[in-house]
């Protein structure tokens, strides 16, 4: 029997990326549009994989930004978010769950992402600017500025 909710771990921290660049671009009201180019957008999708990574107990070994792309490793060969994008990912592991008799809900698990991700904005937001200023952070720059972050703390 396979680990459903390891995937489901999985598939949120997949989520978070585009889900991440999405709630960047909303404003101080309901209804309110914040304008961000696509570099901005690229840091937050790239620090939403991070703290959803986190999160789940993994530390990202590089996450990097720049104006046209964006990834997040986990170790020196990992070439997780480089090579195979994360819709790829998702649906790579809906067939894995559904091989094995289970199924991912993804519209629960895209729920779950957000609110994750809002309860964890402002570690999401220091991610981000730090990319933008730096573009690329290291294993021991992401864990100092996710050091206050309460790990595991929900959904686990
Ligand atoms: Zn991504």
């Given at each position: 029997m396979i680990d459903l909710a390891f995937y489901e771990r999985h598939t949120r921290e997949d989520l978070a990326g585009r889900i991440a660049a999405e709630l960047c671009t909303e404003g101080s009201e309901p209804g309110w549009k914040?304008?961000?180019?696509?570099?901005?957008?690229?840091?937050?999708?790239?620090?939403?994989?991070?703290?959803?990574?986190?999160?789940?107990?993994?530390?990202?070994?590089?996450?990097?930004?720049?104006?046209?792309?964006?990834?997040?490793?986990?170790?020196?060969?990992?070439?997780?978010?480089?090579?195979?994008?994360?819709?790829?990912?998702?649906?790579?592991?809906?067939?894995?769950?559904?091989?094995?008799?289970?199924?991912?809900?993804?519209?629960?698990?895209?729920?779950?992402?957000?609110?994750?991700?809002?309860?964890?904005?402002?570690?999401?937001k220091r991610i981000a600017h730090s990319l933008i200023f730096k573009r690329i952070l290291e294993r021991d720059e992401i864990d100092g500025l996710l050091s206050d972050m309460p790990e595991g703390a929900a959904l686990c």
């Open positions: 914040r304008s961000r180019s696509n570099f901005e957008k690229t840091a937050f999708h790239e620090a939403g994989h991070c703290v959803l990574a986190r999160i789940n107990g993994r530390h990202p070994f590089k996450a990097e930004a720049n104006e046209t792309c964006g990834q997040v490793t986990f170790s020196e060969k990992s070439i997780q978010y480089g090579s195979i994008s994360d819709k790829e990912m998702i649906s790579f592991n809906v067939e894995y769950v559904a091989q094995n008799g289970l199924s991912l809900d993804l519209e629960k698990l895209e729920q779950e992402t957000v609110q994750l991700l809002r309860d964890h904005w402002q570690w999401v």
